[in-house]
């Protein structure tokens, strides 16, 4: 992997895993960096899949052999047709020897054919099958490989209906089989990922990971598996700090230039380090003379020329109004600038000045950063949907009424924490998650719940070596590891079973020293929190509101 980052990096070889339909069209795509379709149509619902761990290529899914599985829906398209082929790629590593399946589908009560990838019949070896109603085989194969040595190993299979059966492992000499009887039966059960629901309802689940898997509605042949057992990682070339950089400065009473931020910021994020003040949030679109406090439910608070008086090409100016300033309804004694105080500031760059959007039902403006994934979005509520600027579905959107008293919402579509869409409170440390029950967000719109009045929406997605958000469940053991594929510059965690902080750290400043969203209070010193940031993620320690076992948590990461 490492000769092949270096090919693509220099460009003497075109990589491919950024190509949505390499080697020939693809029905689906899943680098499984989470359980999302790249072509947009089969999206997945992961159940305790693990997205934090290295893969072949990025990240990749860990399977626990007990309760792991991603479920892509019931769709006739994966099944096998009375004269069509169905294909499939993934790689896949594993040391269990346990009997499991690693991908299945049943059939979708039109009468096509069930199949699954069956790996332990013999010890470390994988089987495909295709049943028949009698729930025997149509036609099986055995791939006498075995490969349960912890070595990431590339599986291909290809199922020509009524004629063949293909396994391929590491691109070698298929095993094959022109054997086939019996006739198809009229089930209708999902495909998954590391489970089987067919006809015999076996309790065996994969063990092990599984990266880059490929679904193809035609039938491979063996130089196209050879291309997809030769598939070049594109290495992600996005400069992190052209999109996203924390700040530390030094107020000193007045104006005051900070600099160091290295682009104009659309979005601003200020915490004074050492008192009790509240967060100050300013963004391009609202303009930079309104600010919002994520710690709180009011409203915005607008101080013309006062606070912050401009965005500049590498940071922003600010004026000490200790005596008047931003605070709860305005409230004084909130400050940019305080003589010798410290303060953080967290900056990124979405697209500057706002367009009209108007995919959805509500015309919004928006500043979207595509490369970034990121924008900020502002409309004015009621029931409708809302177009967000970005080319991929947000999988975190933070949303705050500006014109009155409400809370900061931060919604998860399905796939994120679970099947449902989501929502939490950024300003509060209250447990449990709740369930919106609107439409989810799609690649264009989200349908905010929303009252009438003026809001300001911020959106993300994961972007490869720039940014992720997900998920991951505590173990209460020390060097639990959480793999972005990244040296985070920036995290929050928020606890979704208990009621802890929502707890943010970053580089500038050493990774005990915490602040939270949801209070005012400054800097706090945790041990045993994030230990520290690694050059591919970030290492917990045993803190029970970093990593209580059992207990699932929401994490974003931005990259140094």
């Given amino acids: 992997m490492f000769g092949q980052s270096l090919l693509s990096a220099f460009g003497s070889t075109a990589c491919t895993t950024n190509d949505l ?210 598939e070049i990682y594109c290495v992600p070339t996005i400069v992190p700090t052209d999109y996203f950089n924390p700040v530390l400065y030094t107020g000193n009473g007045g104006t005051q230039s900070v600099t160091g931020v290295g682009f104009k910021p659309d979005l601003v994020w200020v915490k ?26 009011e409203q915005e608070y607008f101080n013309s020329g006062k606070q912050t008086t401009a965005f500049n090409a590498d940071g922003f100016t600010v004026v000490d109004q200790t005596n008047g300033g931003f605070g709860v309804n305005g409230a004084p004694g909130q400050t940019y600038s305080g003589t010798n105080a410290y303060y953080v500031s967290w900056n990124w760059k979405a697209g500057g000045a706002a ?59 399905p796939g994120v924490i679970n099947s449902n869409y989501n ?28 009252n009438s009045g003026n809001y300001i929406a911020y959106a993300f997605h994961s972007i490869a070596g720039y940014s992720k958000i997900g998920t991951y469940t505590g173990t209460s053991v020390a060097n639990h590891s959480i793999v972005t594929g990244f040296k985070p510059a920036w995290v929050m965690i928020k606890n979704t079973n208990s009621g802890y902080s929502w707890i943010i750290t970053d580089d500038k400043r050493t990774t ?5 969203a949801n209070l005012s209070q400054g800097e706090d010193t945790t041990s045993n929190g994030i230990t520290s940031f690694d050059s591919n993620g970030f290492t917990l320690g045993t803190a029970v509101s970093f990593n209580q076992n059992t207990n699932v948590y929401i994490f974003m990461a931005f990259a140094e």
Avoid: C
């Fill in 21 to 230: 339909n390499y080697p020939i069209t693809n029905l689906a795509y899943y680098k499984m960096s989470n359980a999302t379709d790249q072509l947009g149509n089969y999206n997945g619902t992961a159940t305790n899949v693990n997205f934090n761990v290295a893969g072949k290529f990025g990240n990749a899914g860990e399977f626990n052999g007990s309760s792991s599985e991603i479920n892509l829906g019931t769709s006739s398209n994966f099944s096998i047709t009375t004269t069509g082929a169905l294909s499939g790629s993934m790689w896949v590593k594993t040391t269990d020897t346990s009997a499991s399946y690693l991908i299945s589908k049943a059939n979708d009560a039109s009468g096509n054919y069930e199949w699954a990838i069956e790996y332990g019949y013999p010890t470390g070896k994988m089987k495909l099958n295709v049943y028949n109603t009698a729930a025997g085989f149509a036609a099986s194969v055995t791939n006498n490989t075995t490969i349960n040595d912890g070595n990431w190993h590339h599986l291909a299979f290809v199922i020509v209906n009524n004629t063949s059966v293909s396994l391929y492992i590491d691109g070698g000499t298929p095993a094959t089989s022109t054997s086939w009887s019996g006739t198809a039966g009229s089930f209708s059960i999902p495909t998954l990922i590391g489970h089987f629901g067919g006809i015999s309802a076996p309790t065996s689940w994969w063990n092990g990971t599984i990266d880059q898997v490929r679904i193809f509605s035609s039938a491979l042949n063996a130089s196209e598996v050879t291309q997809l057992y030769d």
């Fill in 272 to 297: 004074a380090r050492q008192a009790g003040i509240s967060h100050i949030l300013i963004d391009s679109v609202r303009g930079v003379s309104r600010q919002l406090a994520s710690n709180a439910s």
């Fill in 355 to 413: 367009v009209s959007n108007t995919d959805g039902t509500i015309t919004s403006q928006v500043s979207a950063n595509v490369d970034a994934g990121f924008s900020i979005i502002s409309y004015t509520g009621a029931s409708g949907t809302v177009g967000h600027g970005l080319d991929s579905t947000p999988e975190i959107i933070i949303q705050k009424k500006t014109n009155g008293t409400e809370d900061w919402y931060v919604y998860f579509p």
């Fill in 423 to 450: 929502y939490m409170v950024l300003n509060t440390s209250n447990t449990g998650i709740g369930t919106t029950g609107s439409t989810p967000p799609t690649t264009t719109t989200f349908n905010p719940v929303s």
């Fill in 512 to 516: 005990d020293k915490i602040l939270y």
